[in-house]
């Protein structure tokens, strides 16, 4: 008896041991607008704050083969990463940023990642003023970078801000001026008269897509790549826009959703937003977290008292990230 007593708490020791619990506080309300929220996240969920005190964070990016979270924090030019055993870790610094002249912008780091088709990290970087990849394994990071765009003809571009490839390899990015010193389109280190949304085709050649954004920020496309969406972090056009791709063309632009309309007070403007295999649009905004489906119905919010800026999802996409000013937050999804 003592013997099948004593094996009996060993199991159950040993399925503890396996199965660690981890307790970390929670934020944010979630908003019901449609019930076909209600396929998409259990709406009694809060989410967690997984670690805090970044100056602004930006850019999540899961690295399915490691496992593991990487983001940006943009002033401190560092990415970071995150792991539920070891917590918040150095990932790679400088990340933006690489002369050995102190840089006088105040956002000088990495701001979206992503990966490319053959798996390296690609980074829109404000202080170099260029996208670039990074020349070293994701698991042994190192700032060694080579441009994939700088220039435009001839002249620099402000600072990538969101970049993503398409199943073809080519490269989509978006340029505000957020980076450079004083943030905006007098500053005297800005060389071009536009904000622009870029392509770089299998030629390496770099397309002008759209200059007509006044404040290009989030990209990202709809299943099917036929459609591209574009966030404008601009108070006075706050919209995510819509084009349809012809080629090296962008066409039939048009508002994919208008969120003026929002709670006075709201933080936030459109900026970074993933969407998933299902067509789902999940984007950062004023207030929080939208959900949309692929034809612009909103579904539902996460409301968050901070800015957020950019989301990121798992690899089996139950699990969403997002960077929210100086914090990192965690959400399950259905």
Same mark, same amino acid.
């Given at each position: 008896?003592?013997?099948?007593?004593?094996?009996?708490?060993?199991?159950?020791?040993?399925?503890?041991?396996?199965?660690?619990?981890?307790?970390?506080?929670?934020?944010?309300?979630?908003?019901?607008?449609?019930?076909?929220?209600?396929?998409?996240?259990?709406?009694?969920?809060?989410?967690?704050?997984?670690?805090?005190?970044?100056?602004?964070?930006?850019?999540?990016?899961?690295?399915?083969?490691?496992?593991?979270?990487?983001?940006?924090?943009?002033?401190?030019?560092?990415?970071?990463?995150?792991?539920?055993?070891?917590?918040?870790?150095?990932?790679?610094?400088?990340?933006?940023?690489?002369?050995?002249?102190?840089?006088?912008?105040?956002?000088?780091?990495?701001?979206?990642?992503?990966?490319?088709?053959?798996?390296?990290?690609?980074?829109?970087?404000?202080?170099?003023?260029?996208?670039?990849?990074?020349?070293?394994?994701?698991?042994?990071?190192?700032?060694?970078?080579?441009?994939?765009?700088?220039?435009?003809?001839?002249?620099?571009? %402000?600072?990538? @801000?969101?970049?993503?490839?398409?199943?073809?390899?080519? *490269?989509?990015? !978006?340029?505000?001026?957020?980076? /450079? &010193?004083?943030?905006?389109?007098?500053?005297?280190?800005?060389?071009?008269?536009?904000?622009?949304?870029?392509?770089?085709?299998?030629?390496?050649?770099?397309?002008?897509?759209?200059?007509?954004?006044?404040?290009?920020?989030?990209?990202?496309?709809?299943?099917?790549?036929?459609?591209?969406?574009?966030?404008?972090?601009?108070?006075?056009?706050?919209?995510?826009?819509?084009?349809?791709?012809?080629?090296?063309?962008?066409?039939?632009?048009?508002?994919?959703?208008?969120?003026?309309?929002?709670?006075?007070?709201?933080?936030?403007?459109?900026?970074?937003?993933?969407?998933?295999?299902?067509?789902?649009?999940?984007?950062?905004?004023?207030?929080?977290?939208?959900?949309?489906?692929?034809?612009?119905?909103?579904?539902?919010?996460?409301?968050?008292?901070? %800015?957020?800026? @950019?989301?990121?999802?798992?690899?089996?996409?139950?699990? *969403?990230?997002? !960077?929210?000013?100086?914090?990192? /937050? &965690?959400?399950?999804?259905?």
């Amino acid at each position: 008896m003592n013997k099948l007593f004593y094996l009996l708490v060993s199991v159950l020791l040993s399925n503890c041991s396996e199965k660690p619990t981890h307790a970390h506080p929670t934020t944010g309300q979630l908003i019901t607008y449609d019930p076909e929220f209600l396929t998409v996240i259990d709406t009694s969920l809060k989410a967690e704050i997984l670690t805090d005190s970044f100056d602004w964070s930006e850019g999540p990016l899961f690295l399915p083969e490691q496992g593991f979270l990487i983001f940006s924090d943009v002033p401190r030019n560092t990415i970071y990463k995150w792991t539920e055993e070891k917590g918040i870790e150095v990932y790679l610094t400088p990340s933006g940023y690489t002369d050995s002249i102190p840089s006088l912008c105040k956002e000088p780091g990495s701001n979206g990642l992503t990966l490319d088709p053959q798996g390296r990290l690609v980074l829109a970087q404000h202080g170099n003023r260029q996208v670039a990849r990074m020349e070293a394994p994701l698991d042994k990071p190192l700032p060694t970078f080579t441009a994939l765009a700088d220039k435009f003809n001839g002249k620099r571009l %402000s600072s990538p @801000n969101d970049c993503v490839f398409n199943s073809a390899g080519e *490269l989509f990015f !978006t340029d505000p001026p957020y980076g /450079l &010193r004083t943030q905006d389109d007098s500053d005297s280190a800005k060389e071009l008269p536009f904000n622009g949304v870029y392509k770089v085709n299998k030629k390496g050649d770099l397309v002008l897509l759209v200059d007509s954004i006044t404040r290009p920020n989030g990209i990202a496309f709809l299943p099917g790549e036929q459609q591209l969406l574009v966030a404008n972090s601009d108070p006075a056009k706050p919209y995510w826009y819509i084009f349809d791709i012809a080629g090296d063309s962008l066409t039939q632009g048009r508002i994919f959703f208008d969120p003026s309309a929002h709670e006075p007070g709201w933080n936030g403007l459109p900026d970074g937003f993933k969407v998933n295999k299902k067509g789902i649009v999940i984007a950062t905004g004023p207030g929080g977290i939208y959900f949309f489906t692929a034809q612009g119905k909103k579904l539902g919010l996460l409301r968050l008292e901070n %800015s957020a800026s @950019n989301c990121a999802l798992s690899a089996d996409e139950k699990t *969403l990230y997002i !960077t929210n000013d100086m914090n990192l /937050l &965690r959400i399950a999804l259905k």
